[in-house]
């Protein structure tokens, strides 16, 4: 299963150590999840550290950069995008996430 990780999930995972985007970050591989964000998820991210200090930096380089696989920026205009909700549980979490993927794919997600 592919999942494409949004700016807010890259700064919860680097934020909150027992978050659910810390999770999907940490345990993806052992899950055979591709974990995919682009340039621009990427750059607004690091963007942001400056308010999560240096414990979201050292998240950054330990948890989050070396398990996500970076690709290129695309936009679609001329396409509308609906999403269903999925569920990831969490043990570790004091909640859960909701995923939400783009109807009509059986393996491609969007965190």
């Not at 985007?21 to 682009?38: N, Q």
Request: proline share 5%; glycine share 8%; hydrophobic share 35%.
């Amino acid at each position: 299963m592919t999942l494409f990780l949004d700016t807010s999930v890259l700064i919860s995972a680097c934020g909150s150590e027992n978050g659910a985007s810390r999770h999907v970050c940490e345990c993806g591989t052992s899950h055979c999840w591709r974990l995919i964000t682009s340039g621009y998820c990427r750059n607004e991210t690091l963007r942001n550290f400056p308010r999560l200090g240096t414990q979201g930096l050292g998240a950054w380089a330990k948890f989050v950069e070396p398990r996500i696989e970076f690709v290129p920026d695309v936009i679609s205009l001329d396409k509308a995008l609906v999403f269903e909700k999925v569920k990831i549980f969490n043990p570790n979490a004091t909640f859960n996430q909701e995923l939400r993927p783009p109807l009509g794919t059986d393996r491609d997600h969007r965190a």
